[in-house]
């Protein structure tokens, strides 16, 4: 998989943080994010694993054929969600299958993990937050960076719904699944804001410093001065 750390720290450059959560734009930078790996990102849960001894014959005559034909079924799914029409991408055309009928046959395999990571997006984007929170909490792509991406996205549709508790949950589960300065940073920054909007200044606190502490070279790292000396202020008001 190609090597995602190497992501410039301006492309995670953080909002500015207002008296309102700013989920939209948490929203689309989720999306962007897809977007900009999602190549790597197929490649990566695509990857037919060789299995061995007693599985072997599952392995070649199951779950090989079942790998195929679900990444057959998948690909006019892909192409709708690619062109943003998401309910043909979720539901198919009449004449190739969509996202939910791929998982229906083949949720075991790696094409339909993906599926569901794929459908958690289209129902976020169709404003089905309830139903993308669903998907994505079920996803268990196996990539490391995916999988926090699904919790994090899962943290905005969860906002959406006004459960900030279970927000906060999926952005930290985010932001601590995968220790890398591309994704953990940018969760552990959406956790902070959410505490925030909690009227959770010390956990906010502890959630930024964590942030200053580990990831000091990035974007969000660079700017917990500027967000403590804030909390600091208004905590002393």
Known sequence: ?????????????????????QLEDSLHKAED????????????LLVVVVVVGGTF??????????????????????QYFERDSFRLALNGDGNYEGFLQVIDKYSSTKTGQLAKYYAGVSYVKLGEFQKGADMLTS?????????????????????ELNQTDKGIEYYKKAGHHSDNELTAPTYLFRAGL?????????????????????YPQTAEGREMDKYLARLSEVRSN
């Open 33 to 44: 994010f897809f977007n900009k790996n999602k190549n790597s990102i197929i490649i990566a």
């Open 139 to 159: 996803f268990n792509g196996g990539d490391q960076i995916v999988q926090a991406m699904a919790y994090g996205l899962a943290g905005d549709a969860y906002m």
């Open 194 to 214: 959410a505490l925030e909007k909690a009227n959770k200044a010390a956990d906010a606190v502890a959630i930024y410093k964590e942030i200053q502490s580990k």
């Open 1 to 21: 998989m190609t090597e995602t750390k190497n992501k410039t720290a301006a492309e995670n450059t953080p909002a500015p943080v207002s008296k309102e959560f």
């Open 57 to 78: 014959a599952y392995s070649k005559f199951i779950k090989g054929p079942n790998e195929t034909k679900a990444q057959n079924m998948v690909f006019h799914a892909q």
